[in-house]
């Protein structure tokens, strides 16, 4: 038999604050994903791979600095749901 334990955590307002700035991030980044992989089916007709849509992250970073912050796996875990 398995045994499972469950721990709550009671992070601080700085821990809060900032696991609250990643997860807004992450949903910026998933919102951008989708409308870019929207916008392309509906225009030309084709797909996105999930390697283009890693490919835009650099420039994302570029435009939105604080997208830094976040870790590039999460942002690419994040593009892939």
Do not use: D
Not at 15 to 36: D, F, H, I
Not at 43 to 54: C, D, L
Not at 58 to 68: I, S, Y
Request: charged fraction near 30%; hydrophobic fraction near 25%; proline fraction near 4%.
């Amino acid at each position: 038999m398995l045994k499972a334990f469950k721990y709550r955590i009671y992070p601080t307002k700085a821990q809060r604050s900032k696991m609250e700035q990643t997860l807004e991030l992450c949903r910026w980044t998933y919102n951008e994903t989708l409308a870019y992989r929207k916008n392309s089916f509906e225009q030309e007709g084709k797909s996105i791979s999930k390697y283009e849509t890693h490919n835009l992250l650099p420039e994302w970073k570029k435009n939105k600095p604080e997208l830094k912050e976040v870790f590039s796996q999460t942002l690419q875990n994040v593009q892939e749901r």
